[in-house]
């Protein structure tokens, strides 16, 4: 199974600052990643597909890259709105697999 | 709008069984690949099942095969999750998910439905 490790598990970070999550897949991927928000009380939401393609309506502060094994996600100017847990996962094969999250704050 | 909506989850006990639905609409629901993803609280997503538009490929989690089988009605656009031989540890909030296939994200997801396992 192709595992996913992400990182960091949480992060606190002002208004504005520019945030970055990483995932790492064990075996090549080639760009079959995808981002998720999930903010408390809801199910997840896509945020990126195909490493890099926003999904309609997601702010362009979302940002996604890599290629192969390595992944980011970055947002470029943190909003209080953007408080949530963020999950990575494979597309790539089954079985699909998501990295552990990353639990977002604000300071 | 896509639109994914789940019912059927229920409290049961160790060992029993329960059939889960989720009615899709707003899309071509004949012409996409549907999963189911399970949750924990407090825990990450974990994917279930998949099955291919035709309803002739399935694929599972190590976890759940040979208990749980998914299967779809093209006819009526609904996926059905039947489980049997539940544990504690399948206890989760059951989301169907339109994707989980040809290198597609799960988009949308349901907002899912409770299953819990104990005695």
């Known amino acids: 199974a192709i595992r996913i490790t992400q990182s960091p598990s949480s992060l606190s970070a002002s208004i504005g600052d520019r945030v970055t999550i990483t995932c790492r897949a064990n075996e090549n991927i080639y760009g079959h990643l995808a981002w998720y928000q999930q903010k408390a009380g809801t199910a997840p939401k896509v945020l990126i597909y195909d490493t890099s393609i926003l999904q309609s309506g997601v702010p362009s502060r979302f940002s996604g890259g890599g290629y192969g094994t390595d992944f980011t996600l970055t947002i470029s100017g943190l909003q209080s709105e953007d408080v949530a847990t963020y999950y990575c996962?494979?597309?790539?094969?089954?079985?699909?697999?998501f990295g552990g999250g990353t639990k977002v704050e604000v300071k | 709008e896509v639109q994914m909506l789940e019912s059927g989850g229920d409290f049961i006990q160790p060992g029993g069984s329960l059939k889960l639905s989720c009615a899709a609409s707003g899309f071509m629901f004949s012409r996409f690949h549907i999963s189911w993803v399970r949750q924990t609280p407090g825990k990450g997503p974990e994917w279930v099942a998949t099955i291919d538009f035709t309803g002739d490929v399935t694929y599972y989690a190590d976890s759940v095969k040979g208990r749980f089988i998914i299967s779809r009605d093209n006819s009526k656009d609904i996926l059905h999750l039947q489980m049997t031989g539940l544990r504690v540890e399948d206890t989760a909030v059951y989301h169907c998910c339109k994707g989980g296939g040809e290198y597609r994200a799960f988009d949308p997801w349901g907002p899912g439905t409770l299953v819990t396992v104990s005695s």
């Open positions: 996962q494979q597309c790539h094969g089954y079985p699909l697999t």
